[in-house]
């Protein structure tokens, strides 16, 4: 849990995180605790993502920051610079 909170890029201290997770990657229960949590906030994402994913556009227009674009947003800019 430790690792989570201070992952929050408003503390920068995400260097004290990612050691910690290092640190912490001996243990086991651990490394499966955290592969769960991962998991259910990949599954959150794409739930809560999914029915915005089709406003994105219209989001970008209108220069609306929104999480669920980010993505959207990157591949543009990498297929606009090619």
Do not use: G
Request: with cysteine; glycine share 0%.
């Amino acid at each position: 849990m430790i690792v989570v909170i201070l992952r929050t890029p408003e503390l920068e201290l995400t260097h004290v995180a990612e050691i910690l997770d290092w640190v912490f990657m001996l243990f086991p229960h651990y490394t499966i605790t955290m592969s769960i949590f991962n998991l259910y906030q990949t599954y959150l994402s794409i739930k809560v993502c999914s029915p915005v994913l089709e406003f994105c556009e219209q989001l970008l227009i209108i220069n609306q920051p929104n999480s669920c674009c980010k993505s959207i947003k990157l591949l543009r800019r990498k297929f606009l610079s090619q």
